[in-house]
């Protein structure tokens, strides 16, 4: 296809996914008030019964009661997360053998269905079920990787990955404004299904991003390109093995600097994500006994921080070139380092906010550098599963990394976690530079 054919493309990916993220981020400030419909209504009993865990946790945590929704939303964020982890590499070799547009149509549908089973959701139980079902769809977002290194040539590669981090960016900063307007709007229906409706608000959303892959987006992996079709229960049960995902066997034959360097960015991804997830997810907890954030706060908090995070995207990350994306990884990394000892150590909110624009600046272009560097091994028929893995291990890291951040918290205070977390991020910033960007320098 022509390079102008393949930016159509690209921004074409770019509207479906945000159509995705903005379904998919409207449920995030919706939660506790979810969580407070359900302590009321739940005829399931799973509620109760995961409330009475959680108050377990937050007592051997030290936490106070107040933070029981927190907890709570955390807990379902990681099992969707792992849901993640376990569906990514399937979907990935999934796209590899079939083509990017049936597999990508297919997550959508999974997700069209859970948001509808939400809508419906009369009791707890169902309402997990529906959030299984999401979890395990959601694997799409490596297909939007997979897609940008299908159309694009290495050295333009950067600028997709940058796109995709602003749809990110953009889902995650509208996405949750709606959800708050509906939580809002909430408080003010005397009935129990007001939650109906931001369910089919991302219902509806959905159902266009289906409508528009399944008539206006191409396929992007030839028939010729792609795998063979040997896939079984056994080769499942490999894609989910977390030793074969870690160690990138489920790609096949590569070439052996192509094993060597996917390990290493496979396992820096990992810790800089465990990290970072876990101290992310106690912004809520720091804010709030601090400074004394209400919600509302907070909202403005992470709208400052999504808003930082598409500006420094959209204004350096698509100008990056191939060669530079290892360095700008790492420096990514170092400037994200210090970011949480300020936030931890703030003493007002001016400083507070510095060490947020500091982590959002980071942040905001290592993942798509790293994914970037991930998608040039490989051949283009192994991109699905490669990216899977990738992202799969993204997942685990954040799956885990918000109940281990949790603990530090409560455990050790505020200013001694964030500073662990500081010294945590020069791990993986040391590994890039002496197993990526070393070997890079030997290279050339």
Known sequence: MSDKANKVILWKLFGSLVLDLLAFTVILPLLPTLMDHFAVHDTSGLYSYLRDAVAGMRSFMGATEAFDSVLFGGILGSLFSLLQFLASPVIGTLSDIFGRKPIFIMTSVGLAISYGLWAVASNFFIFIIARIIGGVSKGNISLAAAIIADVLPVESRGFGMALMGIAFSLGFIF????????????????GTDWFAYPALFSLTLTLVNIVFLTFFFPETLPKGSRAKSNFNLQHTADHINPKAIFSFTTAGDLPKKDFERLKWLGRIYFLFLFVYSGLEFTFSFLTHLKFGFTPRDQGKMFLFVG???????????????????????????????????????????????FGLFLYAAGSAMVVPSMTMLVSECGPIQRRGIILGNFRSIGALARATGPLVGSFMFWSFGSALCYSLGTLGMLVPSHYLWKKIVNVNKEHV
């Open 175 to 190: 996405g949750p404004m709606l959800g708050a307007g509906f939580a809002m709007w909430a408080k003010l229906q005397d």
């Open 307 to 353: 808003v930082s995070m598409a500006l420094v995207q959209g204004g350096i990350g698509r100008r990056i070139k191939k060669e530079q994306q290892t360095r700008v990884a790492l420096l990514s990394m170092l400037v994200t380092a210090p970011s949480f000892v300020i936030i931890g150590l703030s003493n007002s909110v001016l400083m507070l906010y």
